[in-house]
DNA sequence: CGTTTCGTTGAAGAGTGTCAAGGCCAGTGG
DNA sequence: CCACTGGCCTTGACACTCTTCAACGAAACG
């Protein structure tokens, strides 16, 4: 089982936000200077998490939101009698450790699935930058409620569609989080396991390999193991809104 | 089909924070005078919201959260194709609207199950005084975290129970949540109806009444329409938990 | 009191899960 | 360099849960 990552570590570096290429992603577009200057003083440190190994676990106590600068995380939570369910991947650019706000303690996993990079944001120093800055304290509401939105989306992707649409969801979300980041959305690897996509959409990893086969069969799509290529978007697209010729 | 409520509505008073006996679930609790003074200013109105209709609906402007003062209401969220996903129902006391912060519109539908009666919680307001008061800041971000931890629970819910388990997790949940307003755990009225249940729980509602059907003969609850009993607290645990003799 | 909505139950069928066997690939150590 | 190993993926056959379709009964509403 992999361990949390030790909480010092060699790799530890000033961070310089005003010079990240991801501060559109991470934080609010328009700071003037003197914004900017006090943003900096948010992140103490990077910190680097082995593929494998946990940025956190569920019952760590919370101190510190991330700021993921380079790498792919999932998040799981567990339920006490051992069902582990994959609630999210995360990509450059992405905020993770929200859950951890509510009770001062993480409520589920964080691990690596490559080796990733995070800026480490101490939380009171973010609530204390942000009442001073409100154009920050608005921007980290909003991710808030964008996590909220998130979830409200897989909650209806789990609740009522199929296997195979949820599946295509999941592929066309993917790939405009990768288009986003300036990656090809026609061409990409998957970083995690067809356990955890199935994790992750409510299904058993033989019913993800199923549906990719099928999606390959159907020239919607080119899989070879991690590695996948769409080559009819709007035939994904279709499947997903249920228009799917069975 | 259910409108939405008028904006204007003749039941709208002054709200008063002091008073209201469900501080301690809406607001921070330790709060000295001056600071409840502050968020006095916060709630502008009241309003009432019949059954059947919508405090907000999906594109509707977001400017304010409501904070549940009497009534029940459900959230869903509708995709393109048309189908609908029960997301939550709130109670007495909680704070509704989150999901329209990310984008200034709501995201979904919120409806009233019965007759309910919100205040009003201009957001501008709420970010402006929370930058004041630090208290209601950290709760207010609890609140938000909160939800997004609740939702995880909904996906682990959905991903990865079956039908039983998920519906006794439901009764369990709505109990205990009855019990903290200081209602009855074991009795209580379902607000919603099995569809509604069925579509939180991504079951279909012959599904949920068959399972209300089988809990009923097993002796761990007694049902009569929306009228509800638990009689077996820990049997409905037992097949939350998968430790179900089948 | 009629109408409509909501809930229950049965039978049949579809969609996933389960179990099992085998293939592919990367990493490891001889 | 090659054989070995273990993890990951694919595919088939079968079982089972849940949905679908349908009919009926009960409660709520105007």
Redesign the pocket.
Known sequence: MPETASPLNASQLRAACSTCNLRELCLPLQLSSSEMAAVEKLVATRRKVHRGEALYRAGDDFDSLYALRLGFLKSTVTSTDGREQVTGFHMTGELVGLDGISTQKHHCDAVALEDTEVCVIPYERLEHIASEVPVLQTHFHKVMSREIVREHGVMLLLGS??????LAAFLLNLSQRFEARGYSRTEFV?R???????SFL?????????????F??DGLIE????RLRITDPDGLRAIMSGQAA?
Not at 161 to 166: G, I, P, S
Not at 223 to 226: D, F, G, L, M, S
């Open positions: 569609m199929h296997a195979e649409e949820r998957l995690m396991t067809r356990a955890e996509i199935g409510g299904l058993k990893l033989e019913t993800v390999s199923r549906a990719l086969s099928r390959a069969h899989v070879n193991q991690k069975r």
